[in-house]
């Protein structure tokens, strides 16, 4: 039978021999029922994968240095192990396990699930450390790994699972299609006529008020520690007027002001957005500290200010557009002001930073025309644009910030 | 703006505060120029989140012992870094690169590529230990690593890339509804009506023998050296004849012949896979040494032999089928005869076995009914069917062995 499933064994030393054609010497075969199940035979489509007809000639054996082969289907197959955590948050079964071990079988009944696959599913969390497990069998009880019990029960101020939300029900699926984002540079999302159903996966997100808040929250959950780095790293001893550009909920606001009672702040971000911001703000009693201004950063007149920050903005657009923000930025910032870019940033050298391309390449699968970059190329443009000099400073990696400086009078 | 995309900070010690109430104080904005452009807004569907009021009150603050988030965000988001692989193995990147390093630009043009997209991709690549690289910006160029290099180039005896293609243009997709898999203990392969479309997937690999045999050389380069340590770590000491049910093209029955001459051995597989394997076979100069046999091993009434194996078979099909397959197999076996499954084992204890449990949730996914299983389940099985004991042998982990006993006359 054709086995098209997940295999992942490893290569064992063994003589080598170069592949070579042996002569055919014809077949002497013993026939019996002949049978064919193949699902959807027959039709004959373009190829996916050109012929090479050395290959069938080869005799498959390893040399004794062949490198280790685990490490690559590790990679390849990587998407499945993701997807098993992906979906468990989907299910919420963190926040279940939260109330008390639970076995597969009462897992499967809270959760709705087909009984069977449950010991597999929880059984494979187990083994990717998401889960623990006491005792063994049916009778054996799941309770939560470390990791999921801090930062994955829902209600909890340390939930940071909404982000693995939006992978499980959206990033995932137009990943799929990175392929033909590659080929062609277009977006593969809900955008993407292919996906015209998926309307409602967005409207699920955001459908509501109460949704898009608790969505803000989730994504601000993964940003927030950075955020409180750059209000203690960063001098603020000699300013006096932030605004925060796309601020979402006022969170990094509320840092600034948290931690440098003197600053004025202002956070600007969409009407519908900003009506929430002006709640959680009231919520922290940070009123008095804070403005809040209701528009889009394109079209809103920037006010002026010693410091204008833009957290996980710029790499969402094309250059062409980075140049117009980095413009009005300069243009709104009074003399001897900072303007600072929150990203995940690359490494100047391109070289190590995965979790940077990743979300360069994401951008590519979710944001036309978006894409990430190192500090050289942001100092380029900043100079471009009139500021004297940035510097980049680290905040909590791979999330970091780059100053640009413009000249006092 | 909101931010979709994939963010990877780590969490940083701070002063931990625990959520609580802040009183409502009213609030106090400056709105300019409403704008709201969210994409699909408005519609209010199904939640797939709920509410949790409490969740908005929160301070966001990390106590100084919080675990290390950066393993939990590296799984959650290892299925984009999985699908830059194989999406690189799917455009075949690797042996365009075996023939000479190039540039980003090139790169582009001799795949149509999208050209600003390419660097991050070989970019991420390089991080991922798949490319190296000589030289920085537009002149740099790409080589292949030394797994890619190894494995990955068409045409080469080493070549193992025939499963991430099929991750890439199948398994990574239908891995997408593993919720609903685990919801319905449904198939979401090409038998899924949402799929109905995949039919031409499907027929770009088995449309024609030449790919088909492709694809039986690409999954058995997998399995190969499993077979192959088979072949030498038990004993055929003692057996005269042997039976490979399912032998695809017959690698398996090639291994055991090589290394134990004084066997005779015969494969078994559908009618269009057993002329590939005649051809196969003949190539090997093997021909006097393995009997083909073409037909389903459902319908097909097994010879007698000293020794049966089915390699990848039995996790295919759900307990009722597996039991069938071990019956028959128990009835063809001479007395003293042993049956060899080849499988990704579950350990016993349930607790470690990543690539097996995921390799059983790919059955779900993939495969009706089927999946993955311990040594200790196999145990038992076989002693129901009248086997007299079994053991478990390690060849190439994940892919090992179980052996069950007849007993002698």
Redesign the interface.
């Known amino acids: 039978?054709?086995?098209?499933?997940?295999?992942?064994?490893?290569?064992?030393g063994?003589g080598w021999q170069?592949?070579c054609?042996?002569?055919?010497?014809?077949?002497?075969?013993?026939?019996?029922?002949?049978?064919?199940?193949?699902?959807?035979?027959?039709?004959?489509?373009?190829?996916?994968?050109?012929?090479?007809?050395?290959?069938?000639?080869?005799?498959?054996?390893?040399p004794p240095d062949?490198?280790d082969?685990r490490?690559?289907?590790d990679?390849?197959?990587?998407?499945?192990?993701?997807?098993?955590?992906?979906?468990a948050?989907?299910?919420?079964l963190f926040t279940l396990l939260s109330r008390g071990p639970l076995t597969a079988s009462e897992i499967a009944t809270a959760l709705?699930?087909?009984q069977?696959?449950?010991?597999?599913?929880a059984?494979?969390l187990?083994?990717?450390?998401?889960l623990t497990?006491e005792g063994?069998g049916p009778e054996a009880r799941y309770s939560n790994g470390?990791?999921?019990a801090?930062?994955?029960v829902?209600?909890?101020?340390?939930?940071?699972g909404?982000?693995?939300?939006?992978?499980?029900?959206?990033?995932?699926?137009y990943?799929?299609h990175?392929?033909e984002?590659?080929?062609?540079?277009r977006c593969q999302n809900?955008?993407h006529p292919r996906n015209a159903g998926a309307?409602?996966?967005?409207?699920?997100?955001?459908?509501?008020d109460?949704?898009l808040?608790?969505?803000?929250?989730a994504?601000?959950?993964?940003?927030?520690?950075?955020q409180?780095?750059l209000a203690k790293k960063m001098d603020w001893g000699t300013v006096s007027s932030h605004l925060d550009l796309?601020g979402?909920l006022g969170?990094l606001s509320c840092e600034v002001v948290s931690a440098n009672p003197h600053v004025k702040s202002?956070t600007l971000?969409?009407?519908?957005?900003?009506k929430l911001a002006?709640?959680?703000?009231?919520?922290?009693?940070l009123?008095?500290k804070i403005?809040?201004?209701?528009?889009?950063?394109w079209?809103?007149?920037f006010t002026k200010a010693d410091v204008i920050t833009m957290g996980?903005?710029l790499?969402?657009y094309d250059l062409e557009k980075k140049m117009v923000l980095l413009r009005k930025a300069y243009d709104a910032l009074n003399p001897g002001g900072r303007l600072v870019a929150i990203d995940?940033l690359?490494e100047d050298?391109?070289?190590?930073?995965?979790?940077a391309?990743?979300?360069?390449?994401?951008?590519?699968v979710?944001?036309e025309g978006g894409?990430?970059f190192t500090s050289r190329d942001f100092d380029g443009w900043v100079k471009e644009v009139g500021f004297d000099h940035s510097e980049k400073i680290e905040?909590?990696?791979?999330?970091n910030a780059v100053i640009a400086y413009k000249k006092g009078s």
């Open positions: 039978m054709l086995n098209l499933a997940i295999v992942q064994p490893t290569v064992v063994n170069p592949y054609t042996v002569p055919f010497k014809g077949s002497n075969c013993h026939t019996s029922q002949p049978h064919l199940n193949y699902r959807h035979s027959g039709v004959n489509c373009p190829a996916l994968f050109s012929s090479h007809s050395i290959f069938s000639f080869n005799t498959m054996t390893a062949a490198p082969l490490p690559l289907l990679l390849g197959v990587a998407f499945s192990a993701s997807r098993v955590l992906l979906t948050v989907e299910l919420d709705k699930l087909h069977p696959a449950v010991p597999d599913f059984d494979a187990l083994s990717l450390n998401m497990r063994d470390p990791l999921p801090y930062y994955l829902k209600g909890t101020p340390t939930y940071k909404g982000f693995f939300e939006m992978c499980a029900i959206r990033l995932y699926q990943w799929g990175f392929t984002a590659l080929q062609t540079g809900e955008s309307k409602d996966v967005w409207s699920s997100i955001f459908g509501t109460e949704k808040e608790e969505f803000m929250q994504m601000g959950a993964l940003t927030n520690d950075a409180r780095e796309g979402a969170l202002t971000d969409l009407e519908r957005v900003s002006r709640k959680n703000i009231a919520r922290r009693g009123t008095d403005s809040i201004a209701s528009g889009s950063f079209d809103w007149p996980l903005i790499h969402d995940h690359i050298d391109r070289r190590g930073s995965v979790p391309l990743l979300m360069s390449l994401n951008m590519l979710d944001q894409f990430d905040l909590v990696p791979p999330l």
